[in-house]
């Protein structure tokens, strides 16, 4: 049956000649428009190409220059970091640096400064290059086999001894329980309104969290400047030489956060529970060499453990308003997430 020719009102304007503004969440620069920017702001690069790596809170370029040296842009998403959060990252990578741990640096431009700020649809951004990670991610990422999982213990450690005489005037948080679990749990509970089962456990953990800390030893763990996420394939591998990157969730905090990461990525590993062990323990055997770990803070891995996984359940939620929210905060993720966290024991008989 025919509609009437009146079934709906007339619009009051013609939309095809109508342009709306609406705001944006985050711009996707083209890549040649990047390679534009870049031999502008550092005219000493003869680049030759510019290809879009990676896509998300931040944004990664990949710079192939005439004589084939690499490098890579990083584009700041608009309020992930305040400008002097971003100025104590490349602090603590320059300082890394000057004390002998390799990391992909900063490239300062001509007139001195590290990070130029450009204008996008959603607002201001930052970019700023950095030179590559020489080698390769090694496989089954981070940490690869137990011959190579030393090097990365060794490196860890270094980085953390380094940063122990870090100091920065810029400002970036702290990574406490208050930022790790109290903010997680405010970013988690809209997501978890429909799962009460899972919401209650939840603060069980929580519970469970604060009561380790308020033990003296939870207040006695070694503290300061930490990479934040060095186990999700952020350090490439060249022989015995480890190079860290991707700096993004740094800042003071408990160096047992970092241990916590190791752990749990060669626990994860697609291999038999002998091979996983075998690959954390010389991960360990690697950092002991270089910086001394106390009994209590091995105690404290499967705690801090626990509460990187709610950190990250938590904070991978941010990447919705980028990718959609089919898979952060569906049914499918949670359930995933939940599984590991209820496969966890807040103890450890013995960890190594």
């Given at each position: 049956?025919?509609?009437?020719?009146?079934?709906?009102?007339?619009?009051?304007?013609?939309?095809?000649?109508?342009?709306?503004?609406?705001?944006?969440?985050?711009?996707?620069?083209?890549?040649?428009?990047?390679?534009?920017?870049?031999?502008?702001?550092?005219?000493?690069?003869?680049?030759?190409?510019?290809?879009?790596?990676?896509?998300?809170?931040?944004?990664?370029?990949?710079?192939?220059?005439?004589?084939?040296?690499?490098?890579?842009?990083?584009?700041?998403?608009?309020?992930?970091?305040?400008?002097?959060?971003?100025?104590?990252?490349?602090?603590?990578?320059?300082?890394?640096?000057?004390?002998?741990?390799?990391?992909?640096?900063?490239?300062?431009?001509?007139?001195?400064?590290?990070?130029?700020?450009?204008?996008?649809?959603?607002?201001?951004?930052?970019?700023?290059?950095?030179?590559?990670?020489?080698?390769?991610?090694?496989?089954p990422f981070p940490l690869g086999n137990a011959e190579q999982s030393i090097y990365f213990g060794q490196s860890l450690a270094m980085l953390h001894t380094a940063a122990d005489t870090f100091d920065s005037t810029h400002e970036r948080p702290a990574l406490d329980l208050r930022y790790l679990l109290d903010r997680s749990l405010a970013q988690l509970q809209p997501f978890l309104k429909q799962r009460i089962d899972d919401w209650d456990y939840l603060l069980d953990i929580a519970n469970e969290i604060r009561m380790c800390f308020a033990d003296p030893i939870g207040n006695h763990l070694d503290w300061g400047p930490i990479h934040g996420d060095a186990f999700s394939a952020n350090a490439t591998l060249?022989?015995?030489?480890?190079?860290?990157?991707?700096?993004?969730?740094?800042?003071?905090?408990?160096?047992?956060?970092?241990?916590?990461?190791?752990?749990?990525?060669?626990?994860?590993?697609?291999?038999?529970?002998?091979?996983?062990?075998?690959?954390?323990?010389?991960?360990?055997?690697?950092?002991?060499?270089?910086?001394?770990?106390?009994?209590?803070?091995?105690?404290?891995?499967?705690?801090?453990?626990?509460?990187?996984?709610?950190?990250?359940?938590?904070?991978?939620?941010?990447?919705?308003?980028?990718?959609?929210?089919?898979?952060?905060?569906?049914?499918?993720?949670?359930?995933?997430?939940?599984?590991?966290?209820?496969?966890?024991?807040?103890?450890?008989?013995?960890?190594?």
């Open positions: 049956m025919p509609m009437p020719e009146n079934a709906f009102s007339p619009l009051p304007f013609d939309i095809t000649e109508k342009a709306f503004s609406l705001p944006v969440t985050h711009s996707t620069l083209a890549a040649q428009g990047v390679l534009s920017l870049v031999r502008t702001v550092y005219p000493f690069l003869e680049a030759a190409g510019c290809t879009l790596i990676r896509m998300g809170w931040n944004d990664t370029y990949r710079i192939t220059t005439t004589t084939n040296s690499i490098y890579m842009v990083r584009i700041y998403g608009v309020d992930r970091h305040t400008l002097s959060a971003i100025q104590y990252e490349l602090d603590l990578l320059l300082h890394l640096a000057q004390l002998g741990v390799s990391v992909s640096l900063p490239i300062a431009r001509p007139d001195g400064l590290l990070i130029t700020p450009i204008s996008v649809p959603e607002g201001r951004r930052y970019v700023v290059l950095f030179t590559a990670a020489p080698g390769r991610v090694p496989e060249a022989g015995d030489r480890v190079t860290w990157f991707d700096f993004d969730l740094c800042g003071p905090g408990w160096r047992v956060f970092d241990l916590a990461g190791a752990y749990g990525s060669a626990m994860g590993q697609d291999r038999t529970d002998e091979e996983r062990q075998q690959v954390w323990l010389s991960f360990l055997e690697g950092y002991r060499e270089k910086r001394q770990v106390t009994e209590e803070t091995l105690a404290f891995i499967p705690t801090m453990h626990m509460l990187l996984l709610v950190y990250f359940m938590a904070v991978n939620l941010e990447k919705g308003p980028l990718y959609g929210f089919q898979w952060f905060g569906s049914d499918a993720y949670f359930d995933a997430h939940f599984k590991e966290l209820r496969s966890l024991p807040f103890e450890m008989s013995k960890i190594e």
